[in-house]
């Protein structure tokens, strides 16, 4: 009875151990029947591995990880362009006007040039005259009467002791102390050309107190470029767009000769109020 179910016992053990088959049998098996190497075999297998390997670790990277890595790519590549853009397309430094390059006190519509070196006072204030009567330009345009002591490539302006020398003015000297070198002469077209002067200014009160006292030789010294004919009349105060003014009326009350100071950098003769308010807006851009 023992030996019986030993008997059977072993057989089932058998069974199982044909039923188990190992790796080593299958690669057997298929080198016997289709000539396949080993070598084959087993490199066939690293391969799939490898495989696998890399499909489980994409499969691990989330979604939204591989989004970012492809916007920080893109962001990089978006910096460099746009830092190279920047040095490649970086405009020059401003060049340096040339020397012989005028500077007005504010820019005008145009520019005339006129060499008055060795001009006397008749015939600076005539050929200014005459400019006012000739000169044609735009309404509402300004022109510049560029008054030079020599041209071409060595261009220099007269400066305002030299205009005001040369005109044999009456000016005080702290007044001419007040003003700086640089002033502008010209036309504003309005109901005709409009005659002005523009002066910078270095100390407002002196300015202020030299052209009181000036006031009573203004006339005569300029009225041949500001006035048509001679006058009698003196100076008054008046309002203009807020800012004091001091004038000369004639005997219909319209102002023909003024003097403001807009800012206290600059002081403006003139000779009428639109040309005040025109350069004043000017010299405030």
């Known amino acids: 009875m023992n ?33 396949v190497s080993a070598t084959h075999i087993v490199a066939a297998e690293q391969d799939r591995s490898s495989r696998r390997l890399q499909f489980e670790f994409e499969e691990k990277i989330p979604f939204w990880k591989k989004r970012s890595v492809v916007i920080s790519f893109t962001g990089i590549i978006l910096i460099v362009l746009v830092v190279t853009s920047f040095y490649l397309l970086k405009p020059s430094a401003t060049p340096t006007p040339p020397p012989n390059t005028l500077a007005h006190i504010f820019t005008p519509d145009y520019q005339k040039e006129i060499v008055v070196a060795g001009f006397d006072a008749s015939k600076l204030k005539n050929t200014l005259a005459e400019e006012r009567k000739s000169a044609s330009i735009p309404v509402s345009s300004i022109l510049s009467l560029d008054l030079l002591e020599k041209s071409g490539v060595d261009k220099k302006a007269i400066t305002t002791e030299y205009f005001l020398k040369t ?101 403006v003769i003139t000779s009428n109020e639109k040309t005040l308010i025109e350069i004043k807006k000017r010299l405030g851009k």
């Open 167 to 267: 005109l044999s003015t009456n000016i005080p000297s702290s007044l001419t102390r007040a003003l700086d070198e640089t002033f502008m002469a010209g036309l504003y077209a309005y109901n005709g050309n409009q005659p002005f002067l523009v002066f910078k200014v270095n100390s407002y009160a002196n300015a202020f107190a030299g052209m009181l006292k000036w006031e009573q030789y203004l006339t005569n010294d300029l009225g041949v470029i500001f006035l048509e004919r001679n006058t009698l009349a003196v100076f008054g105060d008046t309002i203009i767009e807020n800012g004091d003014a001091r004038v000369i009326k004639n005997e219909n009350s319209k102002i023909i000769l003024l003097y403001s100071f807009p800012d206290p950098q600059h002081l």
């Open 3 to 35: 030996e019986q179910k030993s008997t059977e016992k072993n057989s089932t053990v058998d069974e199982e151990v044909r039923r188990i088959r190992t790796y080593g049998d299958d690669m057997a098996e298929s080198i016997q029947k289709g000539g």
